[in-house]
């Protein structure tokens, strides 16, 4: 009785350390999945490059009333006006948008199609065939969806780097709207309005020379026009004025200038200059020399040296010698000399000047008489005024 007891007890207690190690094993499991599951998606995440999404929006409206011209209607008022965008219209524009036309200007203006270059390991692809696949990889990214009950298509597109992605939207907007403009706007419209302002520009200046001939020859011409005309004339000629008398006193000074440079400027120039040596005096002098040292020698066979004839002898050789040194260190130059281009030069913008000065002192001259003849003219305006 006591032995079947203990081992009861015994059984039980090992089904209880199987059942704790069990749970144990499992929570292992799920702790080991779910931080397997943590560090994949960390890693995923960190590997996968960022996305940048730029967005558009484009409201759609009617531009253009069609006015309903009835006998009645005669005032030229809209019958029936509706500026409802029909579902219709929101489709035309977003098959527009997803034109395949315009979406490889896009990707070519964009700049995608120089993003799919191939690896350097195969061959390399053509820009049509790049900007083709550019254009067709676009096409599945934009997302176009027209907002509800709003006349709104709202544009998305997303990419690795926000210059690209906005820079994509700018080109797709741009390019759309010139489109859409020249899909819309009416054939022969600017040649209609262009003629028309052709027109009523040429009744004007035919109506503006009627009333100037019609005052002219009726003397109607308001004084106070005409003085207004004078003081504007009178201010003319006194800016002309100043500006002549500028360019009067900008040509005096360049004038002095360039007879300064021609005063330090010499009329020639040396163009080569070569040393001769004093080659005849020192071939006499070693004729000399040569000659004295045979007398020298022949004495020497008759009288000793010492003596009065060898002296001399001696002494002329010394003296011929010192001659014939300063004839071998003595040179001769010879040059030759050529006009100097830059005084030429300096010569010819002088002239230049000069005539320059004179044009303007004649214009400073005419201005001045005709300010003198419109300020006159301003005077008796002023007094008959008065």
């Given at each position: 009785m006591?032995?079947?007891l203990?081992?009861?007890?015994?059984?039980?207690?090992i089904?209880?350390?199987?059942?704790a190690?069990?749970l144990f094993?499992r929570?292992v499991?799920?702790?080991?999945?779910?931080?397997?599951v943590?560090?994949?998606t960390?890693?995923?995440?960190y590997?996968?490059?960022?996305?940048?999404?730029s967005?558009m929006?484009i409201?759609?409206?009617n531009?253009r009333?069609?006015?309903?011209?009835?006998?009645e209607?005669?005032?030229?008022?809209?019958?029936?006006?509706?500026?409802?965008v029909?579902?219709?219209?929101i489709?035309s524009e977003?098959?527009l948008?997803?034109?395949?036309d315009?979406?490889?200007?896009?990707?070519?203006?964009?700049g995608l199609g120089?993003?799919?270059?191939?690896?350097f390991w195969?061959k390399?692809v053509?820009e049509a065939?790049r900007?083709?696949?550019?254009?067709?990889?676009?096409s599945?990214?934009?997302?176009?969806t027209p907002v509800k009950?709003?006349n709104?298509?709202?544009?998305?597109y997303?990419?690795?780097s926000?210059?690209?992605a906005a820079?994509?939207l700018?080109?797709?907007?741009?390019l759309?709207?010139?489109k859409?403009?020249?899909?819309?706007?009416?054939t022969?419209?600017?040649?209609?309005?262009?003629?028309?302002?052709?027109?009523?520009?040429?009744?004007?200046?035919?109506s503006e020379?009627?009333?100037t001939d019609f005052?002219q020859?009726?003397?109607?011409?308001?004084?106070g026009q005409q003085?207004?005309?004078?003081?504007?004339k009178?201010a003319?000629?006194?800016s002309?004025?100043?500006e002549s008398?500028?360019a009067?006193?900008?040509?005096t000074n360049r004038i002095?200038?360039?007879e300064?440079q021609l005063?330090d400027?010499p009329?020639?120039?040396?163009?080569q200059?070569?040393?001769i040596?004093?080659q005849y005096?020192?071939?006499?002098l070693n004729?000399?020399?040569?000659?004295?040292?045979n007398?020298?020698t022949?004495l020497?066979?008759?009288?000793r040296?010492d003596d009065?004839?060898?002296?001399e002898?001696?002494a002329?050789?010394r003296?011929?010698r010192?001659?014939?040194?300063k004839?071998?260190?003595?040179?001769?130059t010879e040059q030759a000399t050529?006009l100097?281009p830059l005084r030429?030069?300096?010569?010819t913008e002088?002239?230049?000047?000069?005539?320059?000065q004179t044009g303007?002192?004649?214009?400073r001259?005419?201005?001045?008489?005709?300010l003198?003849?419109?300020?006159?003219?301003?005077?008796?305006?002023?007094g008959?005024?008065d």
């Amino acid at each position: 009785m006591k032995g079947e007891l203990t081992t009861g007890f015994g059984s039980n207690s090992i089904s209880l350390r199987d059942g704790a190690s069990a749970l144990f094993r499992r929570r292992v499991l799920v702790l080991f999945t779910f931080f397997a599951v943590a560090v994949g998606t960390a890693v995923i995440t960190y590997l996968l490059p960022n996305k940048y999404e730029s967005r558009m929006k484009i409201l759609v409206k009617n531009q253009r009333v069609d006015v309903a011209i009835t006998p009645e209607a005669t005032g030229g008022a809209p019958v029936g006006v509706d500026n409802e965008v029909s579902e219709n219209e929101i489709n035309s524009e977003i098959e527009l948008l997803t034109s395949r036309d315009l979406l490889t200007q896009v990707a070519k203006e964009s700049g995608l199609g120089q993003a799919k270059t191939s690896s350097f390991w195969r061959k390399p692809v053509p820009e049509a065939e790049r900007i083709e696949k550019a254009a067709t990889d676009l096409s599945k990214e934009l997302v176009i969806t027209p907002v509800k009950k709003a006349n709104v298509i709202s544009i998305s597109y997303s990419a690795n780097s926000p210059e690209v992605a906005a820079a994509v939207l700018k080109q797709l907007g741009d390019l759309y709207l010139e489109k859409h403009l020249k899909l819309h706007h009416p054939t022969g419209a600017s040649d209609f309005f262009k003629d028309k302002a052709d027109q009523y520009e040429t009744q004007l200046h035919d109506s503006e020379k009627q009333l100037t001939d019609f005052q002219q020859d009726n003397n109607l011409v308001v004084l106070g026009q005409q003085k207004d005309l004078t003081l504007q004339k009178t201010a003319e000629a006194k800016s002309k004025l100043l500006e002549s008398e500028a360019a009067v006193h900008e040509a005096t000074n360049r004038i002095n200038r360039i007879e300064q440079q021609l005063a330090d400027t010499p009329k020639r120039i040396v163009t080569q200059s070569k040393s001769i040596p004093a080659q005849y005096s020192a071939e006499r002098l070693n004729t000399m020399m040569v000659e004295l040292q045979n007398r020298r020698t022949q004495l020497l066979t008759k009288f000793r040296p010492d003596d009065r004839l060898v002296r001399e002898v001696d002494a002329q050789i010394r003296t011929t010698r010192e001659a014939l040194a300063k004839a071998e260190s003595q040179t001769a130059t010879e040059q030759a000399t050529d006009l100097n281009p830059l005084r030429q030069t300096l010569e010819t913008e002088l002239s230049r000047a000069r005539l320059e000065q004179t044009g303007a002192q004649a214009r400073r001259d005419t201005l001045a008489a005709q300010l003198r003849d419109y300020e006159g003219s301003l005077k008796k305006l002023e007094g008959g005024a008065d």
